[in-house]
């Protein structure tokens, strides 16, 4: 199995267990810390995923980036 970086945007409730399933399949994971909150943060620490500060930096150094939104914010999503 090849082994990719992978972008969570962003280590939510619901997003944490996406990047955690790639993280035990042997995966890179970032994350944007850029107007996060302190929930998000210890979250992504607890999972040991690499700290970004920008959109483009995460862009530049994933070969994918996942998104998971909870659906009540999907319609502001365009």
């Known amino acids: 199995m090849t082994t990719q970086n992978i972008g969570i945007l962003h280590p939510g409730k ?5 990047a ?3 993280k035990n399949s042997g995966h890179s994971l970032f994350w ?4 996060r909150g302190k929930a998000t ?3 992504a620490e607890r999972f040991d995923l690499r ?3 920008s959109l483009s930096e995460l862009c530049e150094t994933c070969s994918m ?3 998971v939104c909870p659906p009540k914010y ?3 999503l365009s």
Do not use: P
Not at 14 to 18: D, E, N, Y
Not at 32 to 35: D, E, K, M, Y
């Open 32 to 35: 944007v810390s850029h107007g």
């Open 41 to 43: 943060r210890s979250r």
């Open 74 to 76: 999907a319609s502001e």
């Open 65 to 67: 980036i996942i998104s």
């Open 20 to 22: 955690a399933s790639a």
């Open 51 to 53: 700290e970004l500060r």
């Open 14 to 18: 619901m997003g944490i267990s996406v």
